[in-house]
């Protein structure tokens, strides 16, 4: 009952706002409406597929970017997306590998850790960490950013090196088992690492010269 009464406001939503939507009215709806599948999908069975999961969470992410990009007018960028799906799989792995270690400590595992372990999650997560750091720096060097901001974005990477690098080895040296948010919210080097990123392109959009 609750399902469908969401979906009738979700639809009506939309088209009451098809002048605002413009052109880009049925690629919003579309982008909704296979999220809304897709999300099933995991639901009832492929979040117990490996590899898949960990995916359907990443594609997640870049469907609401996707969608918020339409219902705003914006221009997402191709390395934005592609950073976006990276992230996501960053913090879907980083997940699935506390799970398998606190699954090793207490003894009960659940079905959708079938087909994963530690040595595939550290490396898998490496992996996504690496792909992460380049997509942002093609991000900064694309030239819709260069021309938007400025030529000197590009050094805010640093920033963003020295903070996947930190949370590699809260992970792998100091075997963390939180997810990567938990993480985030609990260590002060990636936290103060963040606020200087922040203020860093800040002064790039704001102090161009």
């Known amino acids: 009952i609750i ?41 009832f069975k492929l979040k117990h597929v490996a590899i898949v999961d960990v995916c359907i969470i990443a594609i997640g992410f870049v469907l ?11 221009l997402i960028s191709q390395w934005a997306i592609l950073l976006t799906f990276v992230l996501a799989l960053v913090l879907a792995i980083g ?20 087909g994963y372990n530690v040595q595939f999650a550290d490396i898998a997560l490496s992996i996504s960490c690496a792909l992460a750091i ?12 260069q ?23 809260q992970t792998l040296v100091y075997n963390k088992t939180e997810s990567p948010t938990k993480i985030i919210y609990k260590d002060r080097y990636i936290q103060v690492t963040m606020v200087l990123w922040l203020v860093a392109f800040l002064l790039q959009i704001y102090f161009k010269k």
């Open 95 to 114: 997940k699935r590998r506390g799970e398998l270690i606190n699954a090793q400590i207490s003894g009960r595992t659940r079905k959708s850790l079938d």
């Open 134 to 145: 380049v997509c942002y720096l093609m991000f900064t060097l694309s030239p819709e950013v």
């Open 64 to 74: 609401r970017v996707l969608a918020g990009g339409y219902a705003t007018g914006i």
């Open 147 to 169: 021309q938007k901001f400025h030529p000197r974005v590009f050094y805010t990477v640093f920033f963003v090196v020295f903070a996947f690098l930190r949370y590699l080895q």
């Open 3 to 43: 399902l469908g009464i969401l979906l009738a406001i979700v639809v009506t939503i939309v088209f009451s706002a098809k002048d605002y939507f413009g052109d880009h009215l049925w690629k919003f709806s579309a982008i909704i409406s296979f999220y809304f599948v897709m999300n099933l999908a995991y639901t």
